[in-house]
């Protein structure tokens, strides 16, 4: 299968069989990355990475990713680029096009980043990467389910995994984890559960197509409103923080900004009891995986207790996968 030159901006935009080859590619780099066994795919290839937004994990398993393969990565920031005195998305992915091999962003603006994204994908001549948008986290969604894939087998049909919105202080974090969550799980075989309060919903549109996804795959799909119920039995549960825009489609978002993000702080406040703590991680099955994209607002979506329990959190092992999961769509498009 010839990947070379394909946009990964979205794992909806890749067949199943597609990211089969992908996941097999991951793993093979893996076991070569345990072994120190050179792999050099991509070499004195050149990624482009634009960071509008911080980053850890995404940026080094990008960056490192590069070197390993043979490569390098340029760690861009808006404010080092023109793009900072309103040079277009169209012009930059030209140029950057021109002289690389790769261009990947990350533009998590509500509203901006996926469209962002999707504009330099139509003027490329080689493959763009998300690298988080306000809508999706598709190397994220890899991560995932190679993580799920290595504790629970290839087939995980029946596999109940529960994604749960979780307090947090830190920032009003994107829609796009659980919203890329939403639409692979059920793919795969895995029933989901997503559990919000009700201010805290995923994106109308994604809610429709992940409903359909589901019964295309012969898989269930749960929303509740209820943490406890959302934890009864799971295989794996997800607790993780995301910010309230989903209640609010983008027109009405960016034309009432200031007033939106005033409401969305309130309604925060009423939740600091939606955590995943040993009496929730009791409710769920009995060998259940904590899983997390990282960075944990601990002792907010996730008490210490269960983040650091190696019976229970996979956390750090998801965390890794991110870099043989970035390193395989890397070295089949570029
Ligand atoms: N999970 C994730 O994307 O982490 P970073 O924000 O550190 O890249």
Known sequence: ?????????????????????????????????????????????????????????????????????????????????????????????????????????????????????????????????????DIYHPFQGLADLMTIFEKFGNEPRGLKVTVSWAYADTHSKPLSVPQTQALLFPRFGIDLTIAHPKEFPLSKDIVERANKRAEENGTKINFTNDMDEAFEGAHVVIPKNWGGFGAYGVHEYLDNEDECKKEMKANLEKYHDWICDDRRIKLADKNVKLMHALPADRNHEVTDEVIDDPNISVVFDEAENRLHTAKAIMSLTM
């Not at 030159?5 to 199943?16: A, E, P, Q």
């Open 1 to 133: 299968m010839n990947l070379k030159g394909k946009h990964f901006l979205t794992c909806d935009d890749w067949t199943n069989e597609e990211l089969d080859v992908v996941f097999k590619r991951a793993a093979e780099l893996k076991k070569e990355f345990y072994e120190e066994k050179p792999h050099l795919y991509l070499p004195h290839k050149t990624l482009f990475m634009i960071f509008f937004e911080q980053s850890t994990r995404t940026r080094n398993s990008m960056e490192a990713g590069m070197t390993q393969l043979g490569g390098h990565a340029h760690d861009l920031t808006a404010d080092k680029m023109q793009l900072s005195h309103g040079e277009s998305a169209k012009d930059t992915a030209i140029i950057l096009s021109r002289m690389g091999h790769g261009i990947a962003s990350r533009n998590c603006f509500y509203g901006i980043g996926a469209d962002y994204l999707a504009e330099m994908a139509k003027h490329s001549t080689k493959p763009i990467m998300s690298l988080q948008d």
